[in-house]
């Protein structure tokens, strides 16, 4: 197993401790006992996933450890991640009453990933080569996706969260189309 692979499965690892911590303190919350130590070690976990995520990418393409279990571990890992987080941060409140990801947000995010995810299934039913390549769309609704989770974390200012996630939405769905545009593309081809 190469160290970018390694890396890719350590991230796995932090995805139920993120959760963890992130349920105990929106519990604490709840309760009007919130713990700092769950939230920061919530928000560590979180964010040293997501670095990690850059860096298995840039070793494995620096020292050419690329491999077929990184390729197919790798986007699980990320899923993974910024699924459970949002998740998580739509049941258990970070902050004052409702200061949470909306149930509309989560709805348009998990079906879009569970559609193309769909997607994918049904062109390898139809014994189609599936190569979704990146897309600036795809990029741009991660980094909203990022914001938004920070944004709900972190509480950097007063403004309800429905503001970056009405954001992000348009990025998410923005990506939604494109990959499925790439998915009619290779279902029509021969």
Same mark, same amino acid.
């Given at each position: 197993?190469?160290? %970018?692979?390694?890396?890719?499965?350590?991230?796995?690892?932090?995805?139920?401790?993120? %959760?963890?911590?992130?349920?105990?303190?929106?519990?604490?919350?709840?309760?009007?006992?919130?713990?700092? *130590?769950?939230?920061?070690?919530?928000?560590?976990? *979180?964010?040293?996933? %997501?670095?990690?995520?850059?860096?298995?990418? #840039?070793?494995?393409?620096?020292? @050419?450890?690329?491999? +077929?279990?990184?390729?197919?571990?790798?986007?699980?890992?990320?899923?993974?991640?910024?699924?459970?987080?949002?998740?998580?941060?739509?049941?258990?409140?970070?902050? +004052?009453?409702? #200061?949470?990801?909306?149930?509309?947000?989560?709805?348009? !995010?998990?079906?879009?990933?569970?559609?193309?995810?769909?997607?994918?299934?049904?062109?390898?039913?139809?014994?189609?080569?599936?190569?979704?390549?990146? @897309? #600036?769309?795809?990029?741009?609704?991660? /980094?909203?996706?990022? !914001?938004?989770?920070? #944004? !709900?974390? /972190? /509480?950097?200012?007063?403004? =309800?969260? =429905?503001?970056?996630?009405?954001?992000?939405?348009?990025?998410?769905? /923005?990506?939604?189309? +494109?990959?499925?545009?790439?998915?009619?593309?290779?279902?029509?081809?021969?």
């Amino acid at each position: 197993m190469t160290l %970018a692979t390694k890396i890719t499965v350590s991230r796995l690892f932090m995805v139920p401790i993120f %959760a963890a911590f992130a349920i105990r303190y929106g519990l604490g919350t709840s309760s009007g006992l919130p713990l700092d *130590f769950d939230k920061w070690a919530a928000i560590c976990f *979180f964010t040293l996933a %997501a670095v990690s995520d850059g860096i298995d990418g #840039w070793i494995a393409r620096r020292f @050419h450890q690329t491999s +077929e279990l990184g390729a197919f571990l790798d986007p699980i890992a990320d899923k993974a991640i910024v699924l459970t987080a949002i998740l998580t941060l739509t049941f258990f409140d970070w902050g +004052e009453i409702g #200061w949470r990801i909306p149930y509309w947000f989560t709805a348009i !995010v998990v079906g879009r990933d569970c559609f193309i995810l769909g997607g994918i299934r049904y062109l390898y039913f139809a014994k189609k080569k599936v190569a979704i390549r990146p @897309h #600036w769309t795809g990029k741009a609704s991660t /980094l909203s996706l990022f !914001v938004v989770l920070g #944004w !709900v974390m /972190l /509480l950097p200012t007063a403004i =309800n969260p =429905n503001f970056p996630c009405a954001v992000a939405a348009v990025f998410v769905l /923005l990506s939604f189309l +494109e990959y499925l545009q790439q998915g009619l593309r290779i279902l029509r081809s021969k």
